[in-house]
Every structure is written in structure tokens, then in C-alpha cells.
């Protein structure tokens, strides 16, 4: 299944999206010409997949994709990474792993100095490859199980075994010394499986949880029936904030951008200061990153906000990656509080969450509009 999401290090959600897996990337605010840092990079090295689940983003297929950088080119892309910070880079797909060279290149950025996270859907871990992902530099797996047992999982992803496969790779990444963690995607017929999945991740020993709120775009946009409401969401990331509380586990509400002003005004209430020692590094990230803080490069190169918004911000085989990095009109915007549309661009919290583009841009038409699933009224609402 596709990824492509930002942050710490999320091993990346299926889609090419932000969260990398609680590693944190450069504290570097800004690069010399007043452009953020890019602490975040998710890099789908290749669109094949041996699943087809419901939800991805990439409607990925097993056969090889026409375009693919080749090994000469990625390596030649990677050299660039570091003059846009430090960034986490997440080797996402697809499956990386349908890809083989893939330990070489992780490899490769590991030895510029970069952090490696990869996000396969585990079906295809052995106790071999994950031994090459551990000698190439992989410090961190995410894994996506979006139901509590295996027939819910199985039809969910499309592939019958799917379930068992994904568990017996997370114990071929737990014996290659690996951490992981699990990545779910919140749909309305697994919400009320939510406490199930949790502590099957704790019983698995992930290090961390991330919830991803459904993006209706690629094979997702025909599951537009299980898209839970606005007020569905506020109830879904206030009980988040509240069982956050009750683990070790790291959890983390991805792409779900007002989580974080939620998470303040919960914070408010209990009089709690948002800062590193009561909120991690949550304290110090923004609901969305896409081109703030993370980006998304396709298979072929195309620079993306991020993997469930295909806006073409500039492609890596004709133009220098950092450039387009700082220089991206799309980037620019993103980065423009003025330039939203409706609520977000007037909200007290755009700062810190910002709102989903990728919804804006398939539920309202425009990747510029307010977030169609916030049911917040900001103070200035115009
Ligand atoms: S646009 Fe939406 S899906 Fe993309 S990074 Fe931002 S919150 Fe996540
Ligand atoms: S109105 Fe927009 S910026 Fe404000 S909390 Fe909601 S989604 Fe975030």
C-alpha cells in the first residue's frame, strides 16, 4: 500500500505522508534563504505492491510502473537531501520491498548521514530481508493493520492472509532487533474496533501508534460512505488526547491536522502547558506539514505536498530537488497563511494544524480550501 506523511519518524503511513518514527529530524527552523527546513521526507522508490487495499492512495498494482528513477538516478537525489536540513527520509511505495535495490540505497543515505525509516506492508518481511534492513540502516518499520483480527484486515487490504503475514513480519522485524510501529486508518466501520486494535499493537510491542483519518482520494474516493462526520472526528481526537494518556506507546493523530488544536484547547482546560515534557514532540509540530515540513517525491520524481495531493510542485529530473524545495510556487502558498480559503485562513490555531489540503482539495475542490471535516468556528470566522 502507498505512502507518504510526515513526522519524528514516522515510518510513513501508505500514501507518501508525514510522521516518520518519533526519531525527530533537524531542529534547523530555517535553511539561509528564510525557506523552512525540510525535516521530512517521504520518497515512494517504487509504485508496485503486492496488495490492493481499499483506502490506497496510489491504487497500486503489482506490475513494475514505466518512469521509476533508476539506481544511478536515486542516488544522484539522495546526494541533494542534505541541503534541505536534515531530513528523515521514508522509503515508502507501493512496497519498497518490490524494489530490490532498495537496502542499497537506504544504505547509501545512511552513509550521507541521513535517517532511515521504511514503511513496506509486511506481507514480504523474512527473516533475510529483514536482516538486510537492519545491516542497510532501517531504524525504524511501519507496519498498517486497520482491523483487530484478520478477516476484518484481509478484506480491508484485498489479500486473503494479508493479516497473518503482516504479524509474522513484525516478528521477523522484532528478532532483527527493528522497532515498529502501526499505522491505522480510521474508517467507519473500524472505529468501533479502536480499542482492539490499540492493544493489539501494545501485546505486539510497537513503539508507537499512529491514527490516519481517511484522505477520499485514489481508490479511497469510492469509500466515501466511510468517511466518519466533522463531529465524528472531534469525538474520535478527543478520546485520542485521553487514552494517549494511558500508555507507554507513542500515539500520534496523522493527517488529522486539528488534532493539534484540539490537543491545546484540551490542554487549556486542564491547565497543562503545551511543552516537551507533558506533549513530546507534538508540542513542537504542525497538524499538517505538507511543504511546510514534509514533502512527498513520486516513483517518477514528481514533488508532492504530500502523497494524497498530486499537485505537481516540480520534478527532481529537471530541476534540482533543494530548489524546488525552496522556490515551489504550490510550497509557497502552503507556507502563506493568506493564501487559505475560508476558516483555516483566519483560524487562531492555523499555525499549528493548518488543515488538510489533500481534503480541501478532494472534498471542496481547491488545495487551498478550509478543511471539510474541522467543525471548529475560528473567533474571526469570516
Ligand atoms: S494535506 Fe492532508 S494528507 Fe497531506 S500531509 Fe497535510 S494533513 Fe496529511
Ligand atoms: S479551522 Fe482549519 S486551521 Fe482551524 S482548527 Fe479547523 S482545520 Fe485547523
Not at 533475510?128 to 478477516?151: F, L, N, Y
Not at 487514552?243 to 487549556?268: G, N, S
Not at 475560508?342 to 480541501?360: L, S, T
Request: charged share 25%.
Amino acid at each position: 500500500m502507498p505512502k507518504g506523511h510526515p513526522e519524528g519518524v514516522s515510518a510513513g503511513h501508505p500514501g507518501g505522508h508525514p510522521h516518520a518514527n518519533g526519531l525527530s529530524g533537524s531542529m534547523a527552523r530555517t535553511l539561509e534563504d528564510g525557506s523552512p527546513s525540510c525535516k521530512l521526507i517521504a520518497w515512494e522508490v517504487t509504485r508496485s505492491c503486492n496488495l490492493a487495499c481499499k483506502h490506497c492512495r496510489a491504487e497500486a498494482h503489482e506490475e513494475p510502473y514505466p518512469g521509476e528513477l533508476d539506481t544511478d538516478e536515486a542516488k544522484a537525489l539522495i546526494d541533494t537531501f542534505p541541503s534541505v536540513g536534515n531530513p528523515i527520509i521514508i522509503f515508502t511505495g507501493g512496497d519498497p520491498m518490490m524494489r530490490p535495490d532498495v537496502y542499497e540505497l537506504v544504505a547509501y543515505a545512511t552513509g550521507k548521514g541521513l535517517r532511515c525509516v521504511m514503511s513496506p506492508n509486511g506481507t514480504l518481511i523474512t527473516p533475510e530481508t529483514a536482516q538486510k534492513m537492519k545491516d542497510s540502516g532501517v531504524q525504524r518499520c511501519s507496519i498498517s493493520i486497520d482491523g483487530p483480527s484478520a478477516e476484518f484486515h484481509d478484506d480491508f487490504r484485498g489479500v486473503e492472509g494479508a493479516f497473518d503475514m503482516s504479524l509474522r513480519g513484525i516478528e521477523y522485524l522484532k528478532e532483527a532487533g527493528i522497532e515498529f510501529q502501526i499505522n491505522t486508518t480510521v474508517t467507519r466501520q473500524n472505529l468501533p474496533y479502536f480499542k482492539q486494535i490499540f492493544h493489539l499493537c501494545e501485546d505486539l510491542g510497537a513503539v508507537a501508534w499512529h491514527i490516519f483519518l481517511l484522505v477520499p482520494t485514489g481508490r479511497a474516493a469510492q469509500m466515501g460512505a466511510e468517511v466518519i462526520t466533522a463531529e465524528e472526528y472531534e469525538e474520535v481526537l478527543n478520546w485520542f488526547y485521553d487514552f494517549r494518556k494511558t500508555t507507554d506507546m507513542h500515539l500520534k493523530a496523522t493527517c488529522a491536522p486539528h488534532y493539534y488544536r484540539i490537543m491545546r484547547q484540551r490542554a487549556k482546560e486542564e491547565g497543562l502547558a503545551v511543552n516537551a515534557e507533558n506533549f513530546g514532540m507534538d508540542a513542537f509540530t504542525r497538524g499538517c506539514l505538507g511543504g511546510t515540513g514534509f514533502c512527498f517525491i513520486s516513483h517518477t520524481g514528481q514533488v508532492q505536498p504530500c502523497g494524497y495531493l498530486e499537485l505537481d510542485c516540480g520534478q527532481v529530473k529537471e530541476t534540482p530537488f533543494p530548489e524546488i524545495w525552496r522556490k515551489s510556487e504550490h510550497f509557497r502558498q502552503f507556507r502563506t497563511k493568506e493564501e487559505y480559503d475560508g476558516k483555516c485562513g483566519v483560524c487562531e490555531y492555523h499555525n499549528v494544524c493548518g488543515g488538510c489540503r489533500a481534503r480541501g482539495y478532494s472534498m471542496k475542490g481547491s488545495h487551498m480550501a478550509e478543511e471539510p471535516l474541522c467543525s471548529y468556528t475560528p473567533r474571526r470566522h469570516k
